[in-house]
Structure formats: C-alpha cells, structure tokens
C-alpha cells in the first residue's frame, strides 16, 4: 500500500521558541537538524512546503516596547529575528539535502531573496521549499498573521501550526490538567469560547479565506507526517461543512 498525502501544498508555521530546545536562548543546532529531517519526509512525499518562521526565541516587539523602545523599532527587530531563524532554516534544510531557498518581506540584498509571491509559487511548483522571513513586512503583526496572508496567496490547502501542545484544548493544558485535546472544531467554536489558536487578526483572515489550520505539536516526533497523511493529529479548524466530510 501507498498513501498518498492528503495536502498537495502547505503552508507551516515554526514559532520562534520551538527552536530553542535545550539551549535556553536562540537557536538548538539538535532542534533545527530534526525539523528538517522531518520537512524532507514530506518533500519526498510530493508536497510542496512553505514556512513561516517566527522570532520570538529572540526578540518580539511587544517586549522591548514594554522594556522602554519604540515599538515600530521593536518591531522591526523582530522581524529581523525571524530572518535570522530562517537563515539557520536554510541551513539546515541544505545539510539535510533538501532544496530550500528563504524569502524576506524586507529586503536584504546579498543574506537572501525578497519576496516574490510569482517566483515563491513557481520554486514551489519545482518542489523547492520556500521559507518566507520578515513576517508581513509590517510593525503590529505577528508571524501567525504571516502564515495565514503568505498561506493565502500561495493558496496552500492548510496552515500546519506547530506548537508545543498536542493541538488546541478545551482549556490552556499548561494550567489545567482537566483539559481536554479537541479533534475538530469549526472557526465559530474556536472564537465563541475563545479558544487560544492565534491572535485574532490571524485567524479571522484565515476564517474569511476558508484557509482550514491545523494545530499539532512539533517536539512530538511524526506528528507532521501523520497530518500530512490526513491521520487523526492536532486538532482541524474549518468551516462546519468541511468538517463533517473529514473522519
Ligand atoms: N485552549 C488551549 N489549547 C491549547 N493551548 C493553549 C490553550 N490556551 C492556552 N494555550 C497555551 O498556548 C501555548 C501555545 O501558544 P502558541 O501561540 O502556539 O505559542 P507560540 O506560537 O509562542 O509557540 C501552549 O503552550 C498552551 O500552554
Ligand atoms: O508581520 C510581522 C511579523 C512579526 N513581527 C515582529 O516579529 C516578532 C517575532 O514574531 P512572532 O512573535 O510572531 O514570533 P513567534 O511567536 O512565532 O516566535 C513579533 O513579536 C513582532 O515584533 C512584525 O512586526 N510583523
């Protein structure tokens, strides 16, 4: 037998901190090794694979305007952050053989490409992975709301969350041992009872494209496989009707 994946194009979303691993601050050399290993399973899947990456593991805007800075400044500095997340991205996906190219929102001429939404499509259509840095390129966003606008536009059939928790609970697992993993949800569910996915301005952008996410946990080793192969992982976010067709 040969499953064949049930996402054709993805759009992934790395946090900054899931990179950290046992390091404390900035980048685990061991983290990065084996998100690519995993990446690579899926390229020689056929899919094809964009990713987000955050800063957080570094700097965020919001915290060093509450430290004193200028927050557009803050801002900034983050998303340089991501690009330097991408840059070891890069790096690692290269020394794992996987074809990758990094794409900023700011342009950095001579550290990598600026963004290019026909040329990211074409290098995806090629099976290259493409890494989108520099978030939107706008202060006050965030990198979720960089994966759900880059997920859009490359009109990937999901955005794939990685978090550190199985998926999306009935309550924050970290404070409440009672809570409980929820398999699916519609996006009215989620905000309704105000369940913590992404920032608002995220997820409603993903809600009004019929961008379906699916929150896993990336520390929890083949995760990513099984939500590619379309296996009950993480939990599914989408609209009622695509949900009662999914098992
Ligand atoms: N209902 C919930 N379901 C899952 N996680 C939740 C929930 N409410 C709060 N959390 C917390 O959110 C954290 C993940 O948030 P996330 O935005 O993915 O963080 P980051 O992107 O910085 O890794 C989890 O570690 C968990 O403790
Ligand atoms: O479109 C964007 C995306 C990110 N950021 C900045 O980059 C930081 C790092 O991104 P994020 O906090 O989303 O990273 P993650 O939580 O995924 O590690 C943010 O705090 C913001 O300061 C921004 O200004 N605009």
Request: net charge negative; proline share 3%; aromatic share 6%.
């Amino acid at each position: 037998m040969n499953p064949k994946p049930e996402y054709r194009r993805v759009l992934l979303k790395l946090s900054g901190e899931a990179l950290v691993g046992d390091e404390g601050f900035g980048i685990d050399p061991k983290v990065l090794d084996r998100m690519a290993t995993e990446i690579k399973e899926l390229v020689e899947l056929g899919v094809q694979v964009g990713i987000v990456i955050g800063g957080g593991n570094i700097f965020r805007g919001a915290g060093l305007a509450k430290a004193g800075m200028n927050r557009v400044v803050g801002d900034h500095m983050g998303m340089l952050a991501t690009t330097m997340n991408g840059l070891a991205m890069r790096d690692a996906l290269h020394r794992a053989y996987v074809n990758a190219r990094l794409m900023s929102a700011i342009e950095l001429s001579g550290v990598c490409d600026t963004y290019n939404w026909a040329e990211a499509i074409s290098l995806l259509k090629e099976g290259k992975v493409v890494i989108f840095a520099a978030g939107t390129g706008n202060p006050f966003f965030t990198t979720d709301s960089a994966a759900c606008l880059r997920g859009i536009e490359i009109e990937a059939d999901a955005v794939l969350k990685a978090t550190k928790v199985d998926g999306v609970y009935t309550d924050d697992p970290a404070t409440n041992p009672d809570a409980v993993l929820l398999n699916k949800l519609t996006y009215q569910e989620v905000l309704e009872k105000e369940l913590k996915v992404m920032d608002l301005a995220a997820f409603t952008l993903a809600r009004d494209h019929s961008l379906p996410i699916r929150v896993f946990n990336m520390n929890k080793a083949g995760a990513l496989k099984n939500v590619i192969m379309g296996e009950a992982e993480g939990t599914l976010i989408d609209h009622a009707e695509n949900l009662s067709e999914t098992n």
